[in-house]
């Protein structure tokens, strides 16, 4: 157990929660069971033909309840019939027909319009950072990139839960934690993640193996003290709120992180949905088990992300059985109008897996001027039974066409064909070289992988430590989540391409510098603190002023606790340092 967790004898209450299957999806369940329904391992049986349902003398055989040798031999005779009928597509104008009465019509293939996007498919606005970004971001402030998405907001959320959490246990009223401090505890997660990813915190702080930075940045004490009463929501109302959020102890940091990601990045024409674990072992009513993931156990969210930048658009957590979704409508199809929701209309492309795509899915977003390509369940009501078990030629492509949907079916294996549905393309043409690949499958690898790169991303220099607190986990997520949008922006807006590994040093520093300007005594004397404040606080470039209803007066000094470039009618003086009227 990587989290040093026992096992408690309550273990059923937290059982990982399965999704949730609609009555649309039934049969796609049974179609399922029947295709990877176990049998022999005799040579002369090919194991996807199995999609065709058994004869009972065939459920005896599977069981192994003494089939004779002839029977076997009969059985597989009977499948060879049955093979030879179904395994071909058909010629081109042939009409094939999915069990839910899907009509597909056979088409041919088509290299004069490769490459070419509809006009529907057209994008309609300039993507990158909105102008929130541009005005915002300062030119050697990487904090400036960060506060736009852990804005004011979520820092004096999480001072007012921490103060009222710590109040409570210890029944001290006058315990308090500033802003600043939580500028500088946020500050140490990063420096962690990146310098000494796993140490314990004894080791941090450790003078002979620690790195100077966190012992400069606060004591281990009071460090610890914070870590012990962090929290995001308030416990006296907490109980009415869980009624109607599962996620209620973290919901607020979580809704507030997102809408900042929406409202600061336009998304280039591509977006891709997908889902993503975060690893954890903590006592969750909604954690999740998969068993084809890396750490297995974690809590699940779905997110949605620009390929081209790799900039978090929208995402929300999976806790079960979700009352906003309608009955009638498959969590897959949810998941994907709710995550697109704010970028429909634009002529965007969406790129999914199998578990998502669907003809339905596809019409209903292009019906909203937003495309769909994606790999396609082979159990679906929608696809005929002859494409599910047809076996041509190696690198043999069948298209086939129901309205604006254009079905691949690519022969990439000799014993697996490859469908992919695609609105993006009326026409599919074909690769050239060996393979033969078809243009709607070079798009699908080139827009699939965005959700699995920022996954990696936040890996390599996580925040996650040791909590058993599960919103705590949660909030390392947010916070690097945070890091990579952050560092996209700035290097968009500025220019700069940073490595987001300095990125996150110099983040960690300003944060630390945030909370040490704060604890400075002003009227010392010392002239060499005062000097090292006014050089990181005074811009050397002379620039409109970035405060809110002023004339853009020019100025060549910097609020220090916002770093926004103020002039001298928005600001006042504070022992040698600027602050403007904003942060009074």
């Known amino acids: 157990n990587s989290e040093g967790e026992e096992l408690s004898d309550t273990e059923d209450e937290y059982i990982p929660i399965s999704e949730p299957t609609s009555s649309d999806d039934i049969d796609d369940d049974i179609d399922d069971i029947e295709e990877t329904r176990p049998t022999n391992s005799s040579p002369d049986i090919d194991e996807d033909i199995l999609g065709a349902p058994l004869l009972a003398t065939d459920t005896d055989h599977t069981r192994g309840r003494g089939m004779s040798v002839n029977r076997g031999r009969g059985r597989r005779a009977t499948k060879g019939i049955q093979r030879a009928e179904v395994d071909v597509i058909g010629e081109v104008g042939s009409i094939l027909t999915g069990k839910d009465g899907t009509r597909w019509e056979v088409i041919e293939q088509d290299n004069s319009g490769a490459g070419r996007r509809g006009k529907q498919n057209i994008l309609r606005e300039s993507p990158g950072p909105t102008s929130l970004p541009k005005h915002q971001i300062v030119e050697g402030r990487v904090l400036s990139a960060f506060s736009l ?49 796993g140490q314990s915190v004894d080791h941090l702080w450790s003078k002979t193996w620690g790195p100077p930075f966190f012992r400069k940045t606060m004591s281990r004490d009071r460090f610890k003290e914070i870590m012990k009463f962090l929290r995001f929501d308030i416990r006296s109302t907490r109980s009415d709120r ?11 940091v979580w809704d507030r992180f997102i809408g900042n990601c929406i409202v600061s990045y336009r998304p280039n024409e591509d977006i891709a949905v997908d889902e993503q674990l975060f690893p954890t072992k903590t006592r969750c009513p909604f954690i999740q088990y998969i068993a084809s993931k890396p750490d297995k156990f974690g809590i699940k969210f779905w997110l949605a992300v620009d390929v081209k930048s790799n900039y978090l658009l929208n995402g929300f957590p999976y806790l079960g059985k979700d009352v906003d979704r309608p009955t009638s409508q498959p969590l897959s199809e949810y998941v994907v109008l709710r995550l697109v929701e704010p970028y429909m209309g634009k002529g965007r492309n969406v790129t999914t897996d199998n578990f998502f795509t669907s003809v339905k899915l596809a019409e209903k977003l292009k019906a909203k001027n937003t495309s769909l390509v994606g790999t396609v369940n082979r159990a679906r009501r929608e696809i005929p039974q002859c494409v599910k078990q047809s076996r041509e030629d190696r690198y043999k492509t069948h298209i086939l066409k129901n309205k604006d949907s254009t079905l691949t079916v690519y022969q990439g294996k000799p014993s697996k064909n490859v469908l992919l549905l695609s609105t993006v393309h009326s026409t599919v043409g074909i690769g050239e070289g060996t393979k033969q690949i ?12 965005s959700v699995d790169v920022v996954d990696q991303m936040a890996r390599l220099y996580s925040t996650k430590a040791r909590s058993r607190r599960w919103p705590v ?19 968009e807006v500025t220019g700069q391409n940073i490595a987001r590994r300095d990125f996150i040093l110099q983040l960690a520093v300003e944060l630390q510098q945030a909370f040490k300007n704060t604890n400075a005594n002003d009227d010392s004397g010392d002239s060499d603190t005062d000097m090292e404040v006014d050089i990181s606080t005074t811009t050397r470039k002379r620039k409109q002023c970035q405060i809110r209803n002023c004339k853009k007066n020019k100025t060549s000094e910097i609020c220090y606790k916002c770093k926004l470039a103020v002039c001298g009618k928005c600001t006042s003086k504070v022992s040698k340092r600027f602050i403007c009227n904003n942060c009074i």
């Open 438 to 449: 078809p243009e709607t499958v070079s798009y699908y690898n080139s827009t699939k992988y």
């Open 242 to 252: 869980l009624k109607t959020d599962k996620f209620a102890l973290v919901s607020q």
């Open 149 to 197: 998405l852990i804005d004011d907001f979520i820092i004096k959320h999480i001072q007012k839960c921490t103060e009222s959490e710590a109040r409570t246990k210890l029944k001290c009223e006058s315990w308090v934690i500033s802003y600043e401090e939580i500028y500088a505890v946020i500050g140490i997660m990063f420096a962690r993640g990146v310098l000494a990813k």
């Open 473 to 491: 986990q949660v909030f390392y997520n947010i916070l690097d989540l945070a890091a990579i949008n952050a560092a996209i922006l700035y290097r």
